[in-house]
């Protein structure tokens, strides 16, 4: 199934993804799942996050998977990473066979305040000023999964923080980028699915549900996963993949 590029939200890293790879593996035989960094986070996190999408896509397509012609690829898209990817297959269509959009949601297809939840704004500033420690990944956890709370995730994300953290500014440009970004009026890939969880805290599913519905594309709703479906099921978000995938074939 050829080479499929995650991209990760909001101040996240690749290593987020945690074990979603192989569950995409597992159910979608032959795929080569390879998780970036954008720039300003993980490996990337000495540089300065560029201001607009626009420019976020032209350095991730320096990823070394792009530079050496992997040929089409399919993105999957969480959050932050769902407008990432919608912007590449829109500015560089003939590199994207496959859009998977997770939990995202762009102008004009949702509102601010479904966008991001009013009833979150301080959280988000409290966890943006907090210092590193496993108070501030339990906070983030608790504000993006439905799952219990897994010490053993928490010390470890602790440990990534402190290794390749990300400045403020550039999580500051993130939301910008984010806020000020616009979605096509169309899908930019023909072969789009978008993917939301009726318990996300965080956004809005109608935002996923809404831009499905503008577009005309496959959607489902996973019922009690939180924000970071990928974390929370990733089981079953890989299993709708390959439903999807054996649907859209011949």
């Known amino acids: 199934m050829g080479t499929w590029i995650l ?6 890293e690749k290593r987020h993804w945690e074990d979603f790879p192989e569950h995409l593996a597992a159910f979608v035989p032959g795929a080569d799942a390879r998780a970036i960094d954008l720039p300003g986070a993980g490996q ?10 626009a420019r976020i896509v032209q350095e991730v397509r320096d990823d070394t998977a792009c530079r050496n012609g992997a040929g089409p690829l ?17 500015e560089h269509p003939g590199e994207i066979e496959r859009l998977v959009l997770i939990n995202t949601s762009a102008r004009p ?5 479904r966008r991001l939840r009013p009833s979150n704004y301080a959280t988000i500033v409290r966890l943006m000023l907090a210092p590193p420690g496993p108070r501030r990944e339990s906070g983030i956890l608790q504000l993006t999964t439905t799952r219990p709370a897994d010490p053993d995730r928490i010390a470890r994300w602790d440990v990534w923080a402190r290794q390749l953290p990300v400045a403020r500014v550039n999580a500051l ?7 000020a970004y616009r979605a096509p009026a169309a899908p930019p890939c023909h072969a789009t699915l978008v993917l939301a969880s ?3 805290r965080l956004v809005d599913p109608r935002c996923s549900r809404d831009l499905a519905r503008a577009w005309n594309v496959p959607f489902a709703m996973h019922p009690s996963a939180g924000h970071d479906l990928p974390l929370d099921d990733g089981p079953w978000v890989a299993a709708q993949v390959a439903r999807w995938l054996g649907a859209a074939m011949p």
Request: proline share 2%.
């Open 7 to 12: 991209l990760r939200g909001w101040t996240r």
């Open 44 to 53: 990337r996190h000495t540089e300065k996050t560029p201001s607009s999408i």
């Open 74 to 90: 399919s993105l999957v898209g969480l959050s932050l990473g769902g407008l990432v990817a919608m912007e590449w297959a829109r």
């Open 109 to 113: 297809y949702c509102h601010m305040t």
């Open 173 to 179: 440009r993130q939301l910008a980028a984010a806020t």
């Open 198 to 200: 009726a318990a996300d």
